[in-house]
Every structure is written in structure tokens, then in C-alpha cells.
């Protein structure tokens, strides 16, 4: 089975900054890789899928990238509305494992 | 419009017996994988597994294997997790979500149901 490795575990950024959470595959995945995002007490919500293909309606300044074992997760300019754990999974074959998650907060 | 609307909040004791719902609409629902995934209190998503309900093609995750049953209904295009004696540990949130892409190639999960509290407590 792949292992999804995500780091850091939390960040905490202010607003307007650059964030990058990065998220390791165990095994080369291609690009087989998508992004969600819940807020607290909600439900997970698509951001990004096959690596780097933002989904319909997701904000411009989230961005993906990444090829293999590696990828990331971009957020250009940090807003209030983007605090949220996020999460990568795998989605090349059976299990399709989650990484551990990333907790964004605001400074 | 895709819909999935799972069945309501459980409190159930140690020992018995549980199946939650996942009834989907707006689509055909023998041409998609769907699946179940859970998260504990306080703890990241889990996948469970997921089902093809046109041929009832279902994949485990190999820690939950042989805890949990995963099932469908095509005349009702419902989906279910149950469990046949549940412990303390299955407490948690669960939802279910659908592939978004159509066959049996592997999708990333979009749409998400509102997801189910299972709560069991002595």
C-alpha cells in the first residue's frame, strides 16, 4: 500500500502570505494526486485534482504542482476564509490512502 | 444535480449491530465508484473502501478488512457501511463520496455527503 506522507502537520502564516504545504508519496504515483480542504465542522471540499488542476469554482491563488513521489500545495496570498485542514490522497490504486492532514491557522 | 444524503446521527452500545445510508440522486448510480471514509474525533480522513455498484466490485483498506461491510442497492441507488458488533473505537464521523469520473479507472472523491455521526458508548 502507498503511504501519503504530509508536512508540516500545522502552520501558522499571516494574512497575505505564501504558504506551501508539501505531501510525499511511498511509491511513484504520476500525478494521480488530489487536494481537499474542511474547514471545522464541515464537510472536505475538492481543491485540486491530478496534481495541479484547480477545480471549479476553488479561489486562483491555490495552486498545485508536483510529478512522482512529491507534490504541493500553494497558497499565494492567505486569507481569514482559508483556515482549514488540508488534505492530499492518492488515487492511483486501491487503498487510496490520505495524508495525515495540515492545519492552517492565522498568526 | 449530484446528490449524496446519508442517514441520520447513531448512538449505539458496545456489541450491536449498525448500517448507515448513503442515498444518491442525479446520476447513474451503477457507473460510479462510491465509498466511505472516516474521521475519529479530532483526527484525519481514513479511507474505508469503496463499491461499484454495477457489478458490486468493492475494495477494502486492509486495516478494516473484515470489521466493516460495504454494500449497495441499485433499485434504491443507495449505499451502506455497517458493522455487525461495534466497539467503542468506531466512533467517529462518517461520510461517503462518490468518484467523479465515470468506469472503474480510480477518481479522486467529489461530491462529499453531509456525513454520519456514529457514537457508541456504554
Known amino acids: 500500500d502507498i503511504q501519503m506522507t504530509q508536512s508540516p502537520s500545522s502552520l501558522s502564516a499571516s494574512v497575505g502570505d505564501r504558504v506551501t504545504i508539501t505531501c510525499r508519496a511511498s511509491?511513484?504515483?504520476?500525478?494521480?494526486l488530489a487536494w481537499y480542504q474542511q474547514k471545522p465542522g464541515k464537510v472536505p471540499k475538492l481543491l485540486i485534482y491530478a496534481a495541479s488542476t484547480l477545480q471549479s469554482g476553488v479561489p486562483s491563488r491555490f495552486s498545485g504542482s508536483g510529478s512522482g513521489t512529491d507534490f504541493t500545495l500553494t497558497i499565494s496570498s492567505l486569507q481569514p476564509e482559508d483556515v482549514a485542514t488540508y488534505y492530499c490522497?492518492?488515487?492511483?490504486?486501491?487503498?487510496?490512502?490520505f495524508g495525515g492532514g495540515t492545519k492552517v491557522e492565522i498568526k | 444535480e449530484v446528490q449524496l444524503v446519508q442517514s441520520g446521527a447513531e448512538v449505539k452500545k458496545p456489541g450491536e449491530s449498525l448500517k448507515i445510508s448513503c442515498k444518491a440522486s442525479?446520476?447513474?448510480?451503477?457507473?460510479?465508484?462510491i465509498g466511505w471514509v472516516r474521521q475519529m474525533p479530532g483526527k484525519g480522513l481514513e479511507w474505508m473502501g469503496i463499491i461499484y455498484p454495477g457489478d458490486s466490485d468493492t475494495r477494502y483498506s486492509p486495516s478494516l478488512q473484515g470489521q466493516v461491510t460495504i454494500s449497495a442497492d441499485k433499485s434504491t441507488t443507495t449505499a451502506y457501511l455497517q458493522w455487525s458488533s461495534l466497539k467503542a473505537s468506531d466512533t467517529a464521523m462518517y461520510y461517503c463520496a462518490r468518484h467523479s469520473g465515470s468506469g472503474k479507472y480510480a477518481h479522486w472523491f467529489d461530491p462529499w455527503g453531509q456525513g454520519t455521526l456514529v457514537t457508541v458508548s456504554s
Open positions: 442525479g446520476y447513474t448510480f451503477t457507473s460510479y465508484w
Open positions: 490522497q492518492e488515487y492511483i490504486s486501491a487503498p487510496l490512502t
Open positions: 511509491q511513484g504515483i504520476s500525478n494521480y
